[in-house]
T-cell receptor
Framework: EAGVAQSPRYKIIEKRQSVAFWCNPI?????LYWYQQILGQGPKLLIQFQNNGVVDDSQLPKDRFSAERLKGVDSTLKIQPAKLEDSAVYLC????????????????FGPGTRLTVL | GNSVTQMEGPVTLSEEAFLTINCTYT??????LFWYVQYPGEGLQLLLK?????DKGSNKGFEATYRKETTSFHLEKGSVQVSDSAVYFC??????????????FGSGTRLSIRP
């Protein structure tokens, strides 16, 4: 079974530029997550989708971050404009179960996109 | 709010040594507890989990027991190998068993095993 795919793997931009990340979850997985992992810290959830609807975006900085999951499959996460503190690894994960039914549902993570903002 | 605290690294051990990585949590209710592992150059993957008090999760020789009385979920392995070198994250589900449950991660512990 193919895993969670993410691209690009690395991105370097200057502050105030915009950037977009792409995620393709495991086929059939209803729930998709975007995490931000700052160096030396654990991943922090930014947004959670169930199919193409948002379940939780309480920690998404909505003034500059946006995400969508069209057709309930692939997802994109965008930052516009980027700040220095956005430098991090952005992880995408997916799980089979529906949010709320399976709080213990296993999340499968992609390799991440390492963003450096100069 | 709910949180996870794990021992800071890096932890360096010799091959075949006994491993303990401490993890304690703060939560209301009864969260599920997890250990995730991130091998060099790879994505995070679930190592083991426990869903209720006194449950023991185990995988690949690693074990952790859900201790509600001490709010702990320490990771142990009797004999580590070089291939166990990785970053280990303790995590909990927050809020437990709800319609918008998410995982809260600790800061990670880097483990290095010397041959």
């Amino acid at each position: 079974e193919a895993g969670v795919a993410q691209s690009p793997r690395y991105k370097i931009i200057e502050k105030r530029q915009s950037v977009a990340f792409w995620c393709n979850p495991i086929s059939g997985h209803a729930t998709l997550y975007w995490y931000q992992q700052i160096l030396g810290q654990g991943p922090k959830l930014l947004i959670q989708f169930q199919n193409n609807g948002v379940v939780d975006d309480s920690q998404l900085p909505k003034d500059r971050f946006s995400a969508e999951r069209l057709k309930g499959v692939d997802s994109t996460l965008k930052i516009q404009p980027a700040k220095l503190e956005d430098s991090a690894v952005y992880l995408c994960a997916s799980s089979f179960g529906l949010a709320g039914v399976m709080s213990t549902d296993t999340q499968y993570f992609g390799p991440g996109t390492r963003l450096t903002v100069l | 709010g709910n949180s996870v605290t794990q021992m800071e690294g890096p932890v360096t051990l010799s091959e075949e040594a006994f491993l303990t990585i401490n993890c304690t949590y703060t939560a209301t209710g009864y969260p599920s507890l997890f250990w995730y592992v991130q091998y060099p150059g790879e994505g995070l993957q679930l190592l083991l989990k426990a869903t209720k008090a006194d449950d023991k999760g185990s995988n690949k020789g690693f074990e952790a027991t859900y201790r509600k009385e001490t709010t702990s979920f320490h990771l142990e392995k009797g004999s580590v190998q070089v291939s166990d070198s990785a970053v280990y994250f303790c995590a909990l589900s927050d809020p437990p068993s709800s319609s918008a449950s998410k995982i809260i991660f600790g800061s990670g512990t880097r483990l290095s095993i010397r041959p």
